[in-house]
């Protein structure tokens, strides 16, 4: 059983930079896979992010590519997002998530992660 909690949302302009970051309590850290999905009010919640357990692969969705990056801290039990250039259209619940890294090939859906945190809110102003 893995426990998720976000932090480091907040309300920021356009074109700032954000670090949110999920805890994670529980054992075996270390060999799950890690993503970050985002959802505005009224749309569905999109793939943001994902790392896997080597901390070597990493995905990221059309819109977030070049800006934002997914790294990860096995000794802190931490995944991290770091959001720059953020853009109006970005704003949205942040919520991390975490699936056992076992033979998965497939990280960008929602429907992959058995683990979710919270959210934390990220809002951009024009």
């Known amino acids: 059983q893995v426990q998720l909690v976000e932090s480091g949302g907040g309300l920021v302009q356009a074109g700032a930079s954000l670090r949110l970051s999920c805890a994670a309590s529980?054992?075996?850290?270390?060999?799950?896979?890690l993503g970050w999905f985002r959802q505005a009010p009224g749309k569905e919640r999109d793939f943001v992010a994902a790392i896997r357990r080597n901390d070597v692969d990493t995905y990221y969705g059309d819109s977030v590519k070049g800006r934002f990056t997914i790294t990860r801290d096995n000794a802190k039990n931490t995944v991290y997002l770091q959001m720059n250039s953020l853009r109006p259209e970005d704003a949205a619940g942040y919520y991390c998530?975490?699936?056992?890294?076992?033979?998965?090939?497939?990280?960008?859906?929602?429907?992959?992660?058995?683990?979710w945190g919270q959210g934390t809110q990220v809002t951009v102003s024009s």
């Open positions: 529980g054992r075996g850290f270390s060999s799950y896979g």
């Open positions: 998530a975490a699936v056992e890294d076992i033979g998965l090939n497939k990280f960008d859906g929602h429907y992959v992660y058995d683990y």
